[in-house]
């Protein structure tokens, strides 16, 4: 039998393989009207600006960058004895990109925490920025993290210090070629490092025909190796809440000490004290903190009985413009703090357990409310 090529208009035996070639560019059609009828009436607040789309992507390319050329190192440095010197000088060439473009064909880096991640700290650098430019400009002035530093405390200054590396670590890596993964959460470095040393894997016997059982074992050494030295304690959010457990300590979470970490743009700084003062997590508390979600922001600090002139300067610093600006402290005069309390109660739930309802309730929604055996 024959069939016309659409593309070509050329006729060919129908076979398996084109069926399966034709079912594919099907479903890659489907994806992309799909893709588009979600960016037709996706709402404008949920678009991602340009700036974000570039850095997110960079940011993914570096990271998968990083990660390989540790792997490859380690192959060709500690498994050499494993593989031909054809292979070797094919993983010591740093020029040539391996794995990222085989995570990309596979759509491996499709990871919704990871870009999600990615999406924040990009908004954390944005607001960081313009909370040091807004005090700039109000001519606000702050030692908090001097005077941390200088405290009597050997504790509380060493802490001061590790939140300042870890600030420089996180907010020059925009300039950076190789972005550190000591600042990744556990979870997220764990999958990198294992997808990337699933595309060598792909690479190397595939392409270069190596035995499996020797790429297998080379590969698991290598990314355990790595793995093992990963401390999710360097990171910035560790060291902020860390800070803020021992200010907690000594009743110093108060809302001077609030303002001051805005008016430094210690923004991780600033989410930690408001996710102590809670009982929140860091994470649950930059997701009600970070743009677009500032009214999230009003609600924390009324649940917290934060003061109505703190309040203000960090809405007004967090820039909503005069008019947001004005609604905003509306809504902060009206609200009552038990109001505010409830409302952000579902966040102070633990975040696995707060997923694992929200994924729930979905499935549930999607065959129906009742039990279904």
């Known amino acids: 039998m024959f069939a016309e090529d659409g593309d070509r208009m050329a006729r060919e035996p129908i076979g398996a393989e084109r069926l399966l070639a034709e079912a594919a560019r099907a479903a890659h059609g489907n994806r992309r009207r799909l893709a588009s009828l979600v960016d037709l009436f996706l709402p404008d607040t949920m678009r991602l600006s340009d700036y974000q789309r570039v850095t997110v992507r960079r940011f993914i390319a570096r990271l998968v960058a ?164 990963h401390d999710e304690g360097e990171t910035l959010e560790s060291a902020a809440m860390h800070l803020a457990r021992l200010l907690g300590e000594r009743g110093w979470l108060d809302d001077q000490v609030l303002r001051a970490a805005c008016v430094e743009g210690r923004l991780a700084l600033l989410i930690a004290i408001l996710a102590s003062r809670a009982g929140l997590d860091f994470e649950a508390a930059r997701d009600m903190i970070l743009p677009p979600h500032g009214d999230r922001l009003i609600l924390l600090m009324k649940a917290l009985d934060v003061e109505r002139e703190t309040a203000a300067a960090i809405l007004l610093a967090m820039g909503p413009g005069d008019a947001g600006f004005s609604d905003a402290m509306n809504a902060y005069d009206t609200l009552a703090p038990a109001q505010a309390m409830e409302a952000i109660r579902p966040w102070q739930i633990d975040c696995g357990y707060r997923n694992a309802i929200a994924a729930l309730a979905t499935r549930l929604a999607e065959r129906g409310s009742g039990w279904v055996p």
């Open 66 to 229: 990083a990660v390989e050329g540790d792997v490859r190192q380690r192959l060709v440095s500690e498994h050499a004895a494993r593989f031909a010197p054809e292979l070797l000088a094919a993983l010591g060439s740093a020029r040539v990109a391996i794995a990222m473009p085989v995570l990309e064909r596979a759509r491996a880096l499709h990871d919704v925490e990871l870009v999600s991640l990615l999406l924040a700290r990009v908004e954390e650098q944005r607001v960081a920025d313009d909370l040091r430019r807004n005090a700039a400009a109000n001519g606000e002035v702050s030692t908090l993290i001097e005077a941390l530093l200088a405290d009597a405390d050997p504790a509380l200054s060493a802490a001061a210090m590790s939140l300042l590396i870890a600030e420089s670590r996180r907010y020059y890596v925009f300039e950076d070629e190789i972005l550190p993964r000591s600042d990744l959460p556990a979870d997220l470095h764990y999958r990198l490092v294992w997808w990337v040393a699933a595309a060598l894997r792909d690479y190397m016997t595939r392409l270069h025909g190596a035995d499996p059982a020797h790429v297998d074992t080379a590969l698991m050494d290598v990314a355990s190796t790595i793995l093992s030295s």
